[in-house]
């Protein structure tokens, strides 16, 4: 008999430690090894810190703001925070001392998590402005904290040594599931950003949800690798709350930075990325491929041939039969169970995509080789997931079709339009932009442009604030240009140009890696990524690819002009958000020179 009703994450959780206790759920690495932590001492751990804040004065309904890199302790302080009712206000590990404090004054929270030493400084920096603010905790262990700091060593025992302990469990049946479970603050491409308020239904009914997508698909024991931010709800719902909800393990990568190290590591078999993931497993490949030798080449090129004819097998789920299925077979051996093996993705049953649109070309390089590669669709907003690609019917381009209880309709100017209960509760103190969300019959207004086909199968084509409006009045959407662009192995990064102009141009960040390997192998000289963009005949490749791969575009849509970079966008350098999203407006600005050189006056 479940202990609690399963109303909130915070219960579901309680219900899982008594079905698994003493079973790993976390995986993490101490000091360079592997380290399991069970059920049980993930809920000892949660229920000493939850008593520590209850003991600090944090009520139902209060903000805590958690302000850490992912870590299993991002974990604790969010199960702790939200199964005594509180609210906990997630800030991007890479967010400024300046962007924190605007969150933590927004939201009103009362305290905060932080992870490292850096992030503590961060918010010491901005505190005298934050008169509300209380404790800080860290979860590093520093000596001789700083004043109002707290190390979580000494929360635990301060909740260890709490007196009520049935506190906690007191906490935990009063929680409404419309209640707010946490705000999530939007990364704002423009303007400050705004705290979306989940409630503890959005966040239930949503991992509900991905598990009816395909109910058998997730059977059995699994592996998921955490490395996207917490702080983002794609993480947070399926990387964190479902398998705890589906009662899996989960191994917290090291770093994006040693991600291929701890791929081959962990071998996970489940994942959740954004698109920039694949393309750079994809563009990698690429980049060796074309250094190797004429026979290797030639028989990877084969191997690609017969994973292209693999498509309709594995995205159909039908199996392979007769002449095909030896070939098949024979590629497998030779190539792609070598390559899978070399990734650590030889155990991967699954892979999610979400966060931004995957090309075709990179989901289809995964789905040849028999990794099972699901594209979703969603948004903070819609916590975050409402359309998922079905493993049995999987269309490369699309979004898949709505998840259970969900009604996307397109409305009359092409806007995907969103009903069901993983939809927000609204704006954080902010009435306005919240009715400005929803139309007057209760949609959630996505912002994107998309078309559904027969089998109810979602295709986002563009995003209404991105739409580029020519001088000559024409309206274009630049992401299905990029999208087509960046498959091209030489393309790492492009932003098209184009708003009040008379044509479009583009900036291009080249693959390097690709790239120099081309230049060798052709005898091109080269001292530096200056001198190889600069290049007349690197020119000549990029106004090669561009035309091939333009090719099906209007005559409107055309790339005239196009500059290449030598440094990549980050989110360090401002370019892009912390869930990898282009910032056009930054781009715009800190590249204007740049652009106004493709357009000389008339």
Request: a neutral charge; charged letters at 25%; one cysteine or more.
């Amino acid at each position: 008999m479940a202990k609690f009703k399963e109303t909130s994450m915070g219960a579901i959780f309680q219900n899982r430690v008594e079905e698994y206790g003493d079973k790993t759920l976390v995986i993490w690495k101490n000091k360079g090894k592997w380290e399991e932590i069970s059920w049980n001492k993930m809920n000892e751990m949660v229920r000493d810190l939850g008593l520590f804040l209850i003991n600090r004065g944090i009520q139902p309904g209060d903000k805590v703001a958690l302000f850490s890199p992912n870590r299993y302790e991002w974990w604790v302080a969010d199960l702790a925070i939200i199964s005594i009712g509180a609210v906990n206000v997630p800030i991007y590990a890479t967010n400024s001392a300046e962007e924190s404090r605007y969150i933590i004054e927004n939201s009103d929270s009362k305290m905060c998590f932080v992870g490292t030493r850096e992030h503590m400084d961060k918010i010491l920096s901005v505190k005298s402005k934050l008169p509300n603010l209380g404790e800080i905790i860290i979860f590093d262990d520093i000596e001789n904290p700083p004043q109002g700091v707290i190390t979580l060593k000494d929360a635990y025992k301060e909740g260890k040594a709490y007196k009520n302990k049935d506190d906690f469990d007191k906490r935990i049946p009063p929680i409404n599931i419309d209640d707010v479970a946490t705000i999530i603050y939007t990364s704002g491409t423009t303007g400050n950003p705004k705290g979306v308020m989940l409630t503890h239904k959005n966040f239930v009914s949503n991992v509900q949800q991905a598990e009816n997508v395909d109910p058998d698909f997730l059977k059995g024991d699994h592996t998921f690798l955490s490395f996207l931010p917490l702080a983002h709800s794609l993480e947070r719902t399926v990387g964190y709350y479902a398998p705890i909800y589906l009662g899996k393990k989960v191994a917290f990568a090291e770093s994006v930075d040693k991600l291929l190290e701890n791929f081959q590591e962990i071998r996970p078999t489940f994942l959740v990325s954004v698109p920039r993931i694949y393309e750079r497993v994809h563009a990698g490949i690429t980049a060796k491929v074309a250094t190797a030798p004429p026979v290797k080449k030639a028989l990877f090129n084969w191997a690609m041939g017969v994973a292209r004819e693999n498509l309709p097998y594995i995205c159909e789920d039908k199996p392979r039969k007769g002449w095909f299925a030896f070939k098949y077979r024979i590629a497998d051996k030779l190539i792609f169970s070598k390559l899978r093996a070399a990734l650590g993705m030889d155990r991967l049953v699954a892979a999610i995509s979400g966060g931004g649109p995957l090309s075709v070309s990179d989901a289809e390089f995964f789905l040849g080789m028999g990794i099972k590669v699901l594209e979703g669709y969603g948004l903070t907003e819609t916590t975050p997931i409402v359309s998922a690609n079905k493993p049995k019917l999987i269309k490369a381009g699309t979004v898949g079709p709505a998840v259970r209880d969900t009604i996307i309709k397109i409305g009359e100017d092409g806007e995907v339009l969103i009903k069901g209960p993983q939809v927000m509760k609204g704006y954080y103190k902010n009435p306005e932009a919240t009715k400005e969300a929803f139309t007057e019959d209760g949609f959630f207004r996505t912002g994107d442009i998309g078309e559904i086909d027969k089998d109810g199968y979602l295709r986002i084509t563009g995003r209404i604030k991105d739409i580029i409006v020519t001088s000559g009045g024409k309206n274009i959407s630049p992401q299905n240009i990029e999208n087509t662009l960046v498959t091209s192995p030489f393309i790492e990064q492009v932003a098209v140009i184009g708003d009040n102009r008379k044509f479009l141009s583009a900036l291009i960040v080249p693959s390097f890696g690709t790239l120099e390997a081309w230049a060798k192998e052709n005898n091109i000289p080269f001292s530096s990524r200056k001198d190889l963009i600069n290049n007349p005949e690197v020119y000549k490749l990029y106004e090669k690819e561009i035309e091939g791969l333009m090719k099906d575009f209007g005559k409107v849509e055309q790339i005239r002009k196009f500059t290449l970079l030598e440094t990549e966008w980050s989110q360090e350098t401002g370019e892009l958000t912390p869930t990898m999203k282009v910032k056009r407006k930054v781009i715009n600005q800190k590249y204007a020179a740049v652009i106004d050189a493709m357009y000389p006056k008339d």
